[in-house]
């Protein structure tokens, strides 16, 4: 079975996760980070993509990425290989650093793109701190500190920093979830899957295992719940959940695109 493509953007955004083989940390200190997001800078002047939001945990990394070029999956692996190639010879180790491709979903319009922001902002609650006093985001930059972070798309739709500020406070726009983005009846669910792999979804079961698993990750990358992918599959949910932590890869939906009006200054 061949690999998928990765599912098209109609904005050109994307919400981008990379994570640690096996979950290790990516991140031994801050030099780490450091050498990360001067090779993050790089490929931004290299491919020409703008990065509009981003933040460094000790074994993934969020970044919203703006690629108007199409090149998106260039730049993130080259931007991977060189990262890995840095960290493997600091560390004295070899073997892959990341778990698998990158992963991306892609943005669909306004609501999702503002979610994803305060989405990748807020990762540091995990570690109990509040997304202003965590130094490895994008979050001062909104607040007009230097950065790699090209925030005028955001803030031009929000207004300014104080719109920002309400994003991140107690107006937020509601949960997110970057694999959970897309409601689907199951009709529609089943003609996305006929679409995506040639196959209706019942008789993935019967598929050699290797096939039946990229099958599934490619579903569930298109947004579709466990539960609803669980159904209409006649597979497990728990054993589609535990596949599927291996990675997300899908071709194109059907996207609503950003309004021109969103890219306005901000004032």
């Known amino acids: 079975m061949p690999r998928y493509a990765r599912e098209y953007s109609a904005t050109g955004i994307y919400h981008v996760m990379f994570r ?37 945990m000790d074994n993934h990394v969020h970044l919203l990425i703006h690629d108007e070029k199409g090149i998106l999956s260039v730049a993130m692996q080259s931007l991977a290989t060189s990262y890995a190639l840095y960290f493997n010879a600091k560390c004295g180790r070899r073997g892959h650093l990341f778990e698998n491709r990158f992963k991306s979903v892609p943005v669909r319009d306004e609501r999702q793109l ?10 540091p609650a995990e570690l ?19 950065g790699p972070a090209d925030t005028s798309l ?20 509601g949960p997110y979830d970057p694999f959970d983005e897309a ?26 295992k290797p096939e039946r698993n990229r099958a599934l990750i490619a579903i569930r990358n298109l947004g579709m719940r466990y539960k609803q992918i669980s159904r209409l599959t006649g597979i497990g949910e728990s054993t589609i959940y535990r596949i599927c932590r291996e990675g997300q890869e899908a071709p194109p939906p059907e996207v609503s695109p950003i309004t021109a009006s969103s890219t306005a200054a901000t004032p």
């Open 20 to 56: 640690g083989n096996g979950k290790q940390d990516i991140f031994e200190d801050d030099a780490d980070r450091l050498a990360f997001i001067s090779r993050l800078e790089t490929r931004v002047s290299d491919y020409l993509i703008s990065v509009l939001a981003w933040c460094l």
């Open 114 to 123: 503002l979610c994803a922001v305060r989405y990748i902002h807020n990762n």
């Open 128 to 146: 109990g701190t509040a997304p202003a006093g965590y130094r490895w985001s994008s979050y001062r930059e909104y607040l007009g500190n230097p």
């Open 154 to 173: 955001v803030l031009g739709i929000l207004g300014g920093v104080d719109g920002f500020l309400a994003l991140m406070g107690t107006d937020a726009p």
């Open 183 to 208: 409601g689907r009846s199951d009709d529609f669910a089943i003609e996305q899957i006929r679409l995506l792999i040639g196959l209706r979804p019942n008789t993935l079961a019967a598929l050699p």
